[in-house]
C-alpha cells in the first residue's frame, strides 16, 4: 500500500495492456471547464495588489508624489472561456473579455507641503489568458496537471477617484491607469498556474487501490501517460484485482482492445474480461467460491427437499444406510472460472464440485458423492444453465446413475446458487473515481471482449 510500491507497480505495469479503459470526451472536459472557472474566479478574487508609490512631474504644480493603498478586489467576470483538446501534449485553456473591479485609498503631496487623500475604483477590462496544460502520470499512476506556458493581457484600466481635488488626480491619472494594468497583469499567470496545480490534489483522490471486500482490492493505476487526441483524453489503467496484501498476478495477461469512438456521454469505462478473470483468480485462490446448500434454502413449495428421502428415490442405498436425515451440499469451484464478453452477452464457463452430505443426529457430517460439474455457457444475465455436463468425481455409497440427479441439481442451482451470485454480482466493485464523484445517465453495454459503461458525472460536496 505504501508509495514505494505503488512507484514499482506503476514502473513494472509499463508497457503492457490495461485490463480497464477510460474516455474523457470533450462533454467532459465542458463540465470539467465549468467547476474550473469557479475555481480561478475564486483564485481571481483572492487578488493581492500590493501598496506602491511613486512620483511624477504634473505640470504646472511640479513634482507630485503619490502612493495607492488598500486595494481589494469588489467583484471578477470570466463571461468567456474555453477548454480544447491539443492532441499528444493535453488541453488549451483560454479566458476572454473577463473583467475586474477594485477598490482601494489613494494620497498624494505636492509643492512639498499640501497633501491630498481619497478612494478609487478601479476597472480592468478585456482580460486575456491563455495557458497550455500537460496531462501526465505521477509516480503513483495518478493523473497529473502542470502548467507548460502562460499569457495574459490587459486592454484597459480605468481609474475613478473620489475625493480631494479632481483637478489634481486627472492631471496623472493615464499614469496610474497604466501603473495599475501592469500590476494586475503580472499577477494573472501565476494565479492561473496556482489554480492548475491545485487540480492534483483533486487527481490524486483517484482510487489507484480500493478494497472490495475482505478478499479482494482492485489496483487502477496508470500502465502509461494519458493519450490525448482532438476529441478525447484516454486514460489506460491495470484494472486487476488481487487479495488483500497479496499481489500474486494471474496466470494470463490483458489482451489489447479499443473503446469505440462515442461522445455522447462525458465518461466512457471499458472494464475487460481480463478485469473479471482476475477477480475469479483471486477469489478462488482465497477460497471464497463455495456455498453450502441446505434444504432451508429450496421452496417450501418445491416437492424436492435436501434429505435422504428425496435423494433415495434415485439413489436406493442412501436412504437405506442413511435413513431420514437431513442432507447438505457443497459447491466449490475446482479452478477459477473464466468470463467471456460477446455482444451483449456475459458468460461465464465454470468447473465446479457437488459434494453431499448426510447431516447425522450429532450434527457430524456423512459424505455420500462428489460430483463434477461443468457449466460451459453458464449465463449471469439470464438465470438458467446451458450444457451442463455431470460426471461422478467419487462415491460413497456404491455405483449410480450420475444423470438422474440433473433435476434436482438444476434446481438448486436454478433458485440457490445462481440467485447469490447474481446477488454478489449486484454489489458490484468500486469503479475508477475522484473524491465525491457521482456517476448519472449510466447505460451498460457488453460488446467483445469487454463491457462498456457510459456515463455523466457530478461531483458533489
Given at each position: 500500500r505504501t508509495l514505494l510500491w505503488l512507484f514499482k507497480s506503476t514502473l513494472s505495469s509499463n508497457g503492457t495492456n490495461p485490463g480497464v479503459k477510460v474516455k474523457l470526451t470533450?462533454?467532459?472536459?465542458?463540465?470539467?471547464?465549468?467547476?474550473g472557472m469557479v475555481s480561478i474566479q475564486q483564485k481571481l478574487k483572492s487578488i493581492k495588489v500590493p501598496d506602491f508609490s511613486g512620483s511624477q512631474t504634473v505640470s504646472p504644480i511640479g513634482n507630485v508624489k503619490y502612493s495607492l493603498s488598500n486595494m481589494c478586489i469588489v467583484s471578477v467576470g470570466l463571461p468567456q472561456s474555453a477548454v480544447n483538446l491539443v492532441q499528444g501534449t493535453g488541453m488549451r485553456l483560454s479566458v476572454s473579455n473577463a473583467f475586474i473591479s477594485l477598490r482601494g485609498n489613494w494620497?498624494?503631496?505636492?509643492?512639498?507641503?499640501?497633501?491630498?487623500?481619497?478612494?478609487f475604483d478601479l476597472k480592468v477590462k478585456g482580460l486575456t489568458i491563455g495557458t497550455s496544460i500537460a496531462i501526465k502520470s505521477d509516480e503513483t499512476g495518478r493523473p497529473a496537471v502542470s502548467n507548460v506556458n502562460c499569457g495574459a493581457t490587459v486592454s484597459s484600466a480605468s481609474v475613478k477617484?473620489?475625493?480631494?481635488?479632481?483637478?489634481?488626480?486627472?492631471?496623472?491619472?493615464?499614469f496610474?491607469?497604466?501603473?495599475?494594468?501592469?500590476?494586475?497583469?503580472?499577477?494573472?499567470?501565476?494565479?492561473?498556474?496556482?489554480?492548475?496545480?491545485?487540480?492534483?490534489?483533486?487527481?490524486?483522490?483517484?482510487?489507484?487501490?480500493?478494497?472490495?471486500?475482505?478478499?479482494?482490492?482492485?489496483?487502477?493505476?496508470?500502465?502509461?501517460?494519458?493519450?490525448?487526441?482532438?476529441?478525447?483524453?484516454?486514460?489506460?489503467?491495470?484494472?486487476?484485482?488481487?487479495?488483500?496484501?497479496?499481489?500474486?498476478?494471474?496466470?494470463?495477461?490483458?489482451?489489447?482492445?479499443?473503446?469505440p469512438s462515442q461522445i455522447n456521454n462525458m465518461l466512457y469505462i471499458g472494464m475487460s474480461?481480463?478485469?473479471?478473470?482476475?477477480?475469479?483468480?483471486?477469489y478462488n485462490k482465497a477460497g471464497a467460491l463455495h456455498l453450502?446448500?441446505?434444504?432451508?434454502?429450496?421452496?417450501?413449495?418445491?416437492?424436492?427437499?435436501?434429505?435422504?428421502?428425496?435423494?433415495?428415490?434415485?439413489?436406493?442405498?442412501?436412504?437405506?444406510?442413511?435413513?431420514?436425515?437431513?442432507?447438505?451440499?457443497?459447491?466449490?469451484?475446482?479452478k477459477p472460472p473464466v468470463?467471456?464478453?460477446?455482444?451483449?452477452?456475459?458468460?461465464?464457463?465454470?468447473?465446479?464440485?457437488?459434494?453431499?452430505?448426510?447431516?447425522?443426529?450429532?450434527?457430524?457430517?456423512?459424505?455420500?458423492?462428489?460430483?463434477?460439474?461443468?457449466?460451459?455457457?453458464?449465463s449471469l444475465i439470464l438465470p438458467h444453465l446451458h450444457r451442463m455436463t455431470l460426471t461422478l468425481g467419487t462415491s460413497y455409497v456404491g455405483e449410480f446413475q450420475v444423470r438422474s440427479l440433473d433435476s434436482i441439481l438444476q434446481l438448486v442451482l436454478k433458485v440457490?446458487?445462481?440467485?447469490?451470485?447474481?446477488?454478489?454480482?449486484?454489489?458490484?466493485?468500486?469503479?475508477?473515481?475522484?473524491?465525491?464523484?457521482?456517476?448519472?445517465?449510466?447505460?451498460?453495454?457488453?460488446?467483445?471482449?469487454?463491457?462498456?459503461?457510459?456515463?455523466?458525472?457530478?461531483?458533489?460536496?
Open positions: 470533450e462533454k467532459g472536459l465542458e463540465y470539467g471547464r465549468q467547476l494620497k498624494v503631496k505636492y509643492l512639498h507641503i499640501i497633501k491630498d487623500s481619497g478612494s477617484f473620489h475625493g480631494g481635488a479632481s483637478w489634481l488626480y486627472n492631471l496623472f491619472r493615464k496610474i491607469d497604466k501603473a495599475l494594468r501592469s500590476a494586475m497583469q503580472k499577477q494573472m499567470c501565476p494565479l492561473v498556474t496556482n489554480a492548475i496545480s491545485d487540480l492534483n490534489p483533486q487527481l490524486k483522490t483517484l482510487n489507484v487501490l480500493a478494497k472490495v471486500d475482505q478478499y479482494a482490492e482492485i489496483e487502477y493505476s496508470m500502465v502509461s501517460s494519458p493519450i490525448v487526441s482532438n476529441s478525447s483524453i484516454d486514460f489506460s489503467l491495470k484494472g486487476e484485482f488481487y487479495n488483500i496484501g497479496k499481489h500474486q498476478e494471474p496466470p494470463f495477461s490483458p489482451s489489447a482492445f479499443t473503446l474480461a481480463f478485469t473479471a478473470n482476475s477477480a475469479a483468480f483471486v453450502f446448500v441446505t434444504d432451508d434454502m429450496i421452496p417450501q413449495s418445491s416437492p424436492i427437499r435436501l434429505n435422504t428421502r428425496t435423494f433415495g428415490a434415485f439413489i436406493p442405498q442412501i436412504a437405506k444406510r442413511f435413513p431420514g436425515l437431513m442432507m447438505k451440499l457443497l459447491v466449490q469451484t475446482v468470463t467471456t464478453f460477446e455482444p451483449n452477452n456475459l458468460t461465464v464457463q465454470a468447473s465446479s464440485t457437488v459434494t453431499a452430505y448426510a447431516i447425522q443426529p450429532n450434527t457430524t457430517l456423512s459424505p455420500l458423492f462428489v460430483l463434477n460439474l461443468v457449466d460451459e455457457h453458464h440457490v446458487v445462481i440467485p447469490r451470485l447474481n446477488v454478489q454480482l449486484a454489489k458490484g466493485y468500486p469503479l475508477p473515481a475522484l473524491g465525491k464523484m457521482k456517476l448519472v445517465n449510466t447505460q451498460l453495454e457488453v460488446l467483445k471482449d469487454y463491457m462498456l459503461i457510459g456515463t455523466d458525472v457530478q461531483f458533489t460536496g
